[in-house]
């Protein structure tokens, strides 16, 4: 089988793609055949050794896939060879074989696309969790999304307005905003460091935001945090641009909370409510109240350009790599 692999760390040029011996599943293990596998911003710092999930070289990069189950080591119950499912697998995903275990797996709903099931947990997993749990967003109240272009700051409008959020979308170009109104944003904000918390204003009519879903950080933070409205909630779920150095007086200014999002810990501490959200979410993708915008597909050969563009900031939507297998769907 083939795999694209980390031999060190490095940028995505620094990625081979190589002949592997096909993978054998150890007791409570299972091998996943892989149709498509999402690209995320963590797979660009895990391959440069810049995120918290630190695997041995070498390895393959890719946190999420979907596919079919290939084999099943001893002790496996639950699954059988040939289910479609999704694979949570953290890593090892730019592959045309995953091994994961069985708590990491969800059946794909019938109907439902591969590629569309692969894009689904990381991102829309991390802002389901966000906006319900850590914000308990409310019908009426307003949510702005920064880097809202993005795949997670798609998911970010989608799942707000699901759960009945005005939705104010802020990305850095005209095109991106085209694609967030299209998704079902209600305002846009084109926006710079300068001028963000005058548009959030204005936007606001001075009451300010009542949650902010930041998966940018740098520049960005501080003015979307005196933005915010008295009781808000500022959602800290990544930092594309850099982390940023916020002035603790504002939280207290504000009555406002600033809430860590790290789905992955949330997950293994609290398993039971994090299969609550896990069925939920499968649900409404199985519903079509979910759509991941998939804006762009790669063969697992180009995973390096794939990479590089989520890296630069220049995605739109989700990308997702496909191999023989899952072209073969389409």
Same mark, same amino acid.
């Given at each position: ?42 797979? #660009? %710092? ?21 596919? =079919? ?35 990491? *797996? ?20 991390? #802002?389901?969790?966000?906006? &319900? ?36 979308? +802020? +990305?850095?170009?005209?095109?991106? *905003? ?13 926006? #710079?460091?300068?001028? %963000? ?14 949650? =902010? ?36 007086? %504002? ?7 600033? =809430? ?30 979910? &759509? ?9 050969? &180009? ?16 990308? =997702?790599?496909? #191999?023989? *297998? ?5």
């Amino acid at each position: 089988m083939r795999a694209v692999l980390a031999r060190r760390h490095g940028p995505p040029e620094t990625l081979s793609l190589e002949e592997l011996p096909a993978l054998v599943p150890a007791a409570g293990e299972v091998v996943v055949a892989v149709h498509a596998a999402a690209v995320n911003f963590p797979d #660009t %710092l895990i391959i440069e050794d810049r995120y918290q999930i630190k695997p041995p070289l070498p390895f393959s990069p890719g946190g999420e896939v979907a596919g =079919v189950v290939k084999a099943l080591g001893p002790g496996v119950t639950g699954f059988a060879v040939g289910d479609p499912v999704i694979a949570a697998c953290r890593y090892g995903g730019f592959a045309e074989e995953v091994v994961t275990t069985p708590d990491r *797996l969800v059946p794909v709903p019938h109907g439902v696309r591969m590629e569309a099931a692969a894009a689904l947990l990381m991102t829309y997993g991390t #802002t389901h969790y966000a906006l &319900q749990d850590c914000a308990r967003i409310a019908p009426g109240e307003t949510l702005l999304v920064l880097g809202a272009a993005g795949g997670t700051g798609l998911s970010a409008i989608e799942l707000g307005k699901l759960l009945g959020a005005r939705v104010i979308a +802020a +990305a850095s170009s005209a095109e991106k *905003l085209a694609l967030c109104r299209a998704r079902g944003a209600d305002e846009t904000i084109l926006y #710079t460091p300068q001028n %963000l918390k005058d548009e959030i204003k204005r936007l606001t009519r001075d009451q300010g935001v009542d949650v =902010v879903y930041d998966p940018v950080g740098g520049e960005y933070a501080e003015p979307a945090l005196r933005g915010m409205a008295w009781g808000g909630r500022y959602l800290v779920i990544g930092f594309t641009a850099g982390i940023p150095k916020l002035p603790m007086n %504002l939280p207290l200014l504000k009555g406002c909370s600033i =809430v860590g999002v790290f789905y992955g810990a949330f997950a293994k501490k609290f398993p039971q409510r994090y299969a609550q959200l896990r069925a939920e979410l499968v649900g409404w993708l199985a519903e079509g109240r979910v &759509q991941p915008a998939i804006t762009a597909r790669y063969p697992l050969e &180009q995973a390096a350009e794939a990479l590089r563009l989520v890296a630069d900031r220049q995605a739109l939507g989700k990308i =997702v790599l496909t #191999t023989a *297998l899952g072209r073969g769907e389409a």
